[in-house]
């Protein structure tokens, strides 16, 4: 009996859902790279505690906070391309990106009162922990009609992120992070899904693993060496140490490296339905409650005792990483967190006019592929995570 086989009731009782089933035209492609990448976003914050003491688990923690991020916000443009400023759309923001990060603020916050003992502070204009990503895909979105009018959006946008980290500025709304990362969002709004057939060819696939693994082996070799906050995209120049040309000189490599980690790891991607696809369509839960799991762990004492059994930690902890993932996607975990990841407002707080309803029915057929129409861009918007 095949793996597939076996995990397949499994997998038919996770994804069981009362929502309606994925549309005929949704990609599956997409949908598994989202379960993908949030598993490798689950992954990463489990082994960041143990980076600091094992070089084995820095050098795979280096190399997929090299590419996931990146190609995490890579699928958020190519899911915001459908993206105009009307109504419906912005109201989805609001109601799927921008509510979920203020309530979880709290919840983050609040845990961090009841581990640490600090006082209880709301900020809610500086991200806590993971959340960030949702102010920054808040941030993004609006202003892609913006980089759609740019003759030159890419370039652009490198410049932008370049130029952030010659500057300083504080942490309010991620802003950081929000520019550095940008070209990758703004490389999404132009890719179209010929771009992504060309990833799955076998010349791409065959040197797919290899540039992975060499990823990897050089990774090790620099452990010692190797400064995670380059990652991260949040520290300018100075807090990095370098000189401004050192600095521009070591992110033009650091995009040339990612460019081709984000290939290789697209090009793996299964473009068939596979027992993970459905859950590549709800992505939010995993990636907004498996923090809270993670700093409760830290805060009890969980990881330092995983990271007693030394290199075998890292596997252990990567698959406690896949089988959180997969928890909290199951159809009885989201039908709990529903109201506070997938919130719906009455019309008092966020009205729909006469005028956005038809224009969500007159854009309702076209809903089907991913980010061609406003309905679409919305329900994309709480899954990109």
Known sequence: MTLSATLDPLRRHLTQARARPPSEGRDPFFD?????????????????VLVRDMETAKAAYSVVYLFH???????CGVFSRGFTGTGPQVRALLAR???????????YKALGTHVTGAPFALTPTEPTYLLWFLVALFLWRITAPLWRAVRYPVAVSVVVSLAAGLTTMGYELALPRVLMFLPWFVLGLQLRPEHFHRLRTPAVRRCALPALLTALGVAYVLAPDLNANWFYMRANHTELQTGSLEYLGIRLVLFAVAAALVVAFLALVPARRTWFTALGAVTM???????????AGQAYGLYELVGRLGAAAVPLLALFGVAVTVLLSSAPVRRV????VEPRFPPCLIPADRSDRASAQLSGSSAQSAGSSAQSAGREAASQS
């Not at 598994?32 to 960041?48: D, E, P, Y």
């Not at 991020?69 to 699928?75: Q, S």
């Not at 990106?97 to 919840?107: C, D, M, Q, R």
């Open 32 to 48: 598994n790279a989202k379960f993908l990448l949030v598993v490798l976003v689950v992954i990463g914050h489990n082994w960041g």
């Open 69 to 75: 991020m990146p190609a995490f916000v890579l699928l």
């Open 97 to 107: 990106v921008l509510a979920p990060y203020l309530f979880f603020n709290v919840a």
């Open 285 to 295: 839960f995993p990636f907004l409650v498996h923090g809270l799991l993670v700093q």
């Open 337 to 340: 967190l529903r109201p506070v």
